[in-house]
């Protein structure tokens, strides 16, 4: 299986920028998407944004024109570059990638982060 690790977090003020981190180690050989995911106090986990191992990206639309999505597949680390950060934006961020087996997929999405925390200032 796979252990992913996020980095990145802090706190900034309103229009700052912050770039989270999230390394996969293990067994690295399935072909798995990556996502951002956030959850606000009393609020449900929510997807940020996921990108295919191709390279394919996909946003929630809150966050749309301001946070960018990338990886790196010789680093196993998947990126989300977040700008023009927001009160909103305050949320522990998790990291999630698809549970394999070896090469196999075997749950879409099935693999967690610890979470790294965002908070923004206003």
């Known amino acids: 299986q796979v252990k992913l690790v996020e980095s990145g977090g802090g706190l900034v003020q309103a229009g700052d920028s912050l770039r989270l981190s999230c390394t996969a180690s293990?067994?690295?050989?399935?072909?798995?998407?990556m996502g951002w995911y956030r959850q606000a106090p009393g609020k449900e986990r929510e997807l940020v944004a996921e990108?295919?191992?191709?390279?394919?990206?996909n946003y929630a639309d809150g966050v749309k024109g301001r946070f960018t999505i990338s990886r790196d597949n010789a680093k196993n680390t998947v990126y989300l570059q977040m700008n023009s950060l927001k009160p909103e934006d305050t949320a522990v961020y998790y990291c999630?990638?698809?549970?394999?087996?070896?090469?196999?997929?075997?749950?879409?999405?099935?693999?967690w982060g610890q979470g790294t925390q965002v908070t923004v200032s206003s």
């Open positions: 293990g067994d690295t050989r399935c072909p798995s998407a």
């Open positions: 999630n990638a698809d549970l394999c087996w070896g090469e196999v997929i075997i749950r879409k999405g099935g693999s």
């Open positions: 990108i295919s191992y191709r390279g394919s990206t």
